[in-house]
């Protein structure tokens, strides 16, 4: 049988949804079907009989004088029968592509998890039952189909993907569905195979972070469905996020958001509990539209620093309409949370250039946080010149210690200035003033200056104390006063470039009635900066705050940097009074007032009661050290994708100076639920110094903790550092009962596949076959005896005649 040429033969091109990846060797386009002829030599006396019976048709009716519209058409009909007929001399051959039989695999991938064991509304038998027994069942007509046109491939998956000879092992026991990471194992195992499609039975509710990525690449996805999710009840705890602020009053806030089908107008009792199970805060709300999830708020203040866990538990109120109908599950209803607010104690250095009313309140305000540890350096007298001696003749040293028992040698002299320290952790911290060296200045967190001019430190402290912030990431908080800002000389570098204000402005005197403290917008977002829980409340408390008479005049503020508050004047006129910004690794603050003692001065006994100065003090500073980084961090990372669930634990390491660590002795302790402590080796990284990893199976469920004590080389001790993680698969599992159908159709969309339903598997599986595939053949079908085109030769010879007949004519 001769072929056509190809110039001569008529094709029809359809672009294939599936774009080319070269992954699994899909093309971008392909000719669907092509229309060949076996006598193309015939084609040109065919053309001419076409010509010579549409002309004698035309000219018969003409002559006869049958040119209504109903003779036309029956005319058209006659002559394109004849075409057809005249057309069958040339042999016409409908040309189609096909997958070849045996060569392409295509898999089928069930889902293996705890998820499908739920049961439908009206259904008697769980979802794993119902697809098990579809499975199971290899004489069914859609698996005949798909072994006879494919090389089938079966794979089942929980945490991680499996590959099985058939399906009797599942038993719906898994824990996890990571259907992200599965969807990546597939693409690296059958990369660079021929791989015509892949039929995914599951109920779409991943429980890893799934992304388009991970399905990039892969051929035709054919998502199957397993579950309806109508006319089902539930209630779930989808989602429990927290933040932890600096707000005193409830510094750490759980933000639940409840999930639920066909419970609309329900009451549900929501509560939250420590790990002992004493209820700590529980609430009521109605449940309105299934659409949108219930959301709601607890403050709490955590009674102990570090690792706490708390249980959130939702339920519906006992009624009769709660009890008529039971929820398709309760595993989804509660939620274990760990909150981890440091352990401190946090280091301040407070540097003062005078004993002042600042640093009384100051200090009595850190006196009830156990989190907050100050050490004090307050200069009592300024040096004075080397040639300039008051004391007794022969005496150099300061008269001011006279009457001490201190060796001449060790005590201050003229040309020195006197200063104390207040509560130093050991005999010798800040014996020599104002640390020298990275060592002695990087034990603090957050550095305070008040009232103190910049000739006060060397060029080098200057420089230490602009590498503190930068990197060691520590805070910097600036106090206005007399020798502070501009009258500190602060202006120059490198404290100018610390600053985030401009100190070009000449100081200005303040208003007789004083300066009035304001919040500005960006402080109302802030919850340090807030002081009672609502904004009235809160317009009131800076209404008690007294008129403020000292601030330092500033020019403008630097850009990227926010104000946190501001000073007003009579007249309305706003300067900054509180602002911050990024430096580095840290962070600085300019605080321009420099007497908000007087906030604390003539209060009413209720208002003294409330301790409004202290606790603004304590925000202030919790949230200046809240990300300063300490020697010894200890992270936990919850491991996808794994064929067992893993956390890996990460201790990062720095000396003295805050540079990596490297040669430690890093011994780490795992406490897991209801279980004996584990002791890991950790193992130094090889891709980033003084990090050192370790990775613990993250069984059973329940409250996990961990601790790392850290030494160096010869053994003396660097640091601590504790952290913790919660094991709660059951409510990630059952987030949702209904299946994730929208997922499952975006999948589809962007792999070239397409939604499957089970009542269409048959059909659909008959259809494979005639689709894209990597190898496929060419299928050739004679059509010249093809029974639609004799059809349609008789049916156009037939209508004519029948209507000639109907006008009674022969």
Request: proline fraction near 6%; hydrophobic fraction near 45%; aromatic fraction near 8%.
């Amino acid at each position: 049988m001769a072929v056509m040429e190809p110039a001569k033969d008529l094709v029809v091109v359809v672009p294939a949804d599936h774009e080319a990846s070269g992954t699994f060797g899909v093309r971008g386009t392909m000719v669907l079907a092509a229309l060949l002829f076996a006598q193309p030599a015939w084609l040109a006396p065919v053309a001419l009989l076409a010509f010579l019976a549409a002309v004698l048709l035309f000219w018969q009716y003409r002559r006869l004088g049958r040119e209504s519209a109903g003779w036309v058409l029956v005319g058209v009909a006659k002559w394109l029968a004849l075409v057809l007929l005249a057309m069958c001399l040339a042999e016409p051959l409908w040309s189609s592509q096909r997958a070849r039989p045996g060569a392409n695999l295509f898999l089928l991938v069930a889902d293996n998890s705890q998820s499908l064991t739920l049961t439908d509304a009206d259904e008697t038998t769980p979802r794993g039952v119902a697809l098990k027994k579809l499975l199971t069942n290899t004489s069914a007509a859609w698996h005949v189909r798909l072994e006879q046109d494919f090389e089938v491939r079966r794979y089942q998956f929980d945490g991680a993907v499996q590959f099985v000879t058939d399906f009797q092992r599942l038993d719906f026991r898994g824990d996890r569905s990571e259907l992200g990471g599965v969807l990546r194992s597939l693409r690296q195992r059958l990369k660079d195979r021929p791989v015509a499609g892949m039929l995914l039975f599951t109920d779409g509710n991943a429980t890893d972070d799934i992304r388009p990525e991970d399905w990039a690449g892969l051929p035709p996805v054919y998502p199957v469905p397993i579950g309806r999710g109508d006319r089902q009840r539930d209630l779930a705890v989808s989602n429990v996020a927290v933040t932890t602020t600096a707000f005193e009053d409830a510094p750490v806030t759980l933000q639940v958001e409840l999930s639920h089908l066909g419970l609309a107008g329900q009451t549900v009792v929501l509560r939250v509990a420590d790990e002992a199970g004493k209820t700590l805060k529980d609430e009521r709300l109605t449940l309105e539209d299934a659409e949108v999830a219930a959301v709601t708020r607890f403050q709490l203040r955590p009674t102990a620093p570090g690792v706490t866990f708390y249980r959130v538990h939702a339920a519906l109120e006992e009624n009769a309409a709660a009890a008529a109908v039971p929820e398709a599950t309760l595993e989804n209803n509660t939620r274990l949370v760990v909150v981890d607010r440091g352990a401190g104690p946090y280091r301040l250095l407070y540097v003062s250039g005078r004993p002042n009313w600042e640093f009384k309140f100051f200090r009595r305000a850190l006196q009830t946080d156990d989190q907050l540890s100050l050490t004090g350096l307050l200069r009592i007298a300024k040096k004075e010149a080397k040639f300039d001696f008051r004391g007794r003749e022969g005496e150099t040293a300061n008269p001011l210690f006279r009457g001490f028992d201190r060796v001449d040698e060790d005590t201050e002299r003229h040309d020195q200035p006197v200063l104390v320290r207040i509560d130093p952790h050991t005999p010798d911290e800040l014996r020599d003033g104002f640390p020298k060296t990275a060592e002695q200045l990087y034990r603090y967190h957050a550095v305070i200056l008040d009232d103190l001019e910049a000739e006060f430190f060397t060029a080098e402290q200057l420089s230490l104390l602009e590498r503190f912030v930068s990197e060691r990431g520590g805070g910097l908080l600036v106090l206005g006063g007399q020798e502070s800002f501009r009258q500190g000389n602060y202006h120059k570098p490198p404290l100018s470039r610390l600053l985030p204000v401009y100190l070009d402005a000449v100081q200005t005197a303040p208003p007789a009635a004083g300066y009035r403290l304001a919040l500005t917008r960006e402080g109302w977002l802030q919850p340090w900066a807030r002081l009672r829980s609502t904004e009235a409340e809160e317009l009131l408390r800076l209404r008690q705050v007294p008129g403020l008479l000292a601030h330092n005049t500033v020019s403008g503020v630097k850009p990227g940097a926010s104000v946190i508050a501001e000073v007003v004047d009579p007249q309305g006129r706003k300067q900054p009074a509180l602002v911050y910004h990024r430096f580095g690794q840290g962070r600085c603050a300019a605080l321009l007032v420099g007497d908000l003692w007087r906030w604390q001065l003539g209060q009413t006994d209720e208002l003294r009661e409330k301790d409004d100065l202290g606790k603004a003090w304590r925000q202030l500073l919790r949230w200046l050290i809240v990300d300063v980084p300490s020697r010894v961090e200890l992270h936990a990372d919850v491991q996808h994708g794994a064929s067992s669930p893993v956390v890996k634990l990460t201790a990062r390491v720095r000396d003295a100076e805050f540079h990596p660590q490297d040669n430690a002795g890093v011994a780490l302790k795992v406490l897991p639920p209801e279980a004996p402590a584990l002791v890991l080796p950790a193992e130094a990284s090889l891709d980033e110094p003084g990090v050192y990893t370790a990775v613990v199976a993250n069984r059973p469920a329940g409250a996990w903790r961990a601790t790392v004590d850290v030494t160096d080389a010869e053994g003396n001790p660097l640091g601590q550092a504790a952290t913790g993680w919660s094991a709660d698969p059951a409510a990630h599992e059952f987030r949702r009962v209904a299946p994730d159908r929208e997922l499952l159709a975006r999948l589809a969309k962007d792999t070239g596949g397409k939604m499957v339903e089970l009542a269409d598997l048959e059909a659909f599986t008959a259809t494979l076959s005639s689709r894209s595939a990597p190898i496929e053949e060419t299928a050739t079908t004679p059509l010249w005896h093809h029974p639609l085109i004799w059809l349609a030769i008789l049916a156009g010879l037939c209508s004519e005649w029948a209507y000639r007949r109907s006008r009674g004519l022969p």
